[in-house]
């Protein structure tokens, strides 16, 4: 494919293990191995100074930011407690648990409501207001290989099973939407396009398919990797489409055509899981 320029951020001294971008773009925040976190703008400036601040005892494991950037919520260490920070007075306070992994963590648009998800299905909502559960539902799919939560919060995809389906349910009803059918390949990885409209997904066959919401029917479905699809995000103007597969090998894509219009390899000695895209798209 063609050559690429990718940016690089550092800064944490242990190592980075949780991404997460605001809904805007505007923001990331990186959590490390020691415990910190390094909030940065679009410019790739940090705008919190990590060595002032020692926020827990181990690494942050999954960290979600809101858009103005005023909250961010991350699961600590043992993996199943939620701490909430107040990012203007860098106060910290506990939202609650789950009794199991946490495998999914995201905030609504106006940072109020946070949804999260366990490896063995239960699915809650919290009021970050009052730092109680308001909705809780459970899914029977298992194991679970993927999971993604939509932009506005009430509606969560969720990949697993013996037979890698992928389930739509509505949060708040708590109710299963659609099903989809059987698939040969193990689902990796799923993302919703900024307007809900489409939910994309992607296989251990190096396999993007894209569905309808709510119904969850194929629009169009292309291998265009060798092996596993890694990571998919979208630009805030959703004509923009990135995955990243292999480990190493990312792919433009044009969304409206729903086809690839750049592909490069990243120069780097780590294995790439995950791909997000800021405000700008660059």
Not at 261 to 266: G, H, K, L, P
Request: a neutral charge; charged letters at 20%; hydrophobic letters at 35%.
């Amino acid at each position: 494919g063609s050559s690429g320029h990718i940016k690089e951020m550092r800064g944490l001294l242990q190592g980075i293990t949780a991404i997460a971008t605001s809904p805007d773009g505007n923001q990331m925040a990186l959590g490390g191995s020691d415990g910190r976190i390094i909030i940065r703008d679009k410019s790739q400036a940090p705008i919190r100074n990590p060595t002032t601040h020692q926020y827990v005892d181990a690494s942050i494991y999954k960290a979600s930011i809101s858009s103005d950037g005023s909250r961010l919520v991350a699961v600590a260490s043992d993996k199943q407690t939620l701490i909430l920070w107040n990012m203007s007075t860098m106060s910290r306070s506990s939202i609650g648990s789950h009794s199991a992994t946490i495998q999914a963590i995201k905030l609504s648009l106006n940072g109020r409501r946070l949804t999260t998800v366990d490896i063995n299905g239960v699915i809650k909502q919290w009021n970050l207001d009052t730092n109680t559960a308001i909705h809780q539902l459970t899914t029977t799919l298992t194991p679970i290989t993927s999971i993604e939560i939509s932009n506005n919060s009430h509606t969560i995809a969720i990949a697993g099973g013996d037979t890698n389906i992928i389930q739509l349910w509505d949060i708040p009803r708590q109710l299963l939407l659609s099903t989809t059918q059987a698939r040969t390949h193990i689902i990796t990885t799923l993302n919703f396009s900024p307007n809900n409209h489409q939910l994309v997904s992607g296989d251990e066959n190096g396999g993007v398919t894209f569905l309808t919401v709510p119904e969850l029917v194929v629009d169009k479905s292309v291998k265009v990797y060798l092996r596993v699809v890694n990571g998919i995000a979208f630009g805030r103007d959703g004509l923009t489409m990135v995955t990243v597969g292999d480990g190493v090998v990312l792919k433009s894509w044009d969304y409206g055509s729903r086809t690839v219009e750049r592909s490069f390899e990243v120069k780097s000695d780590d294995y790439i899981e995950d791909a997000v895209i800021v405000k700008d798209d660059t």
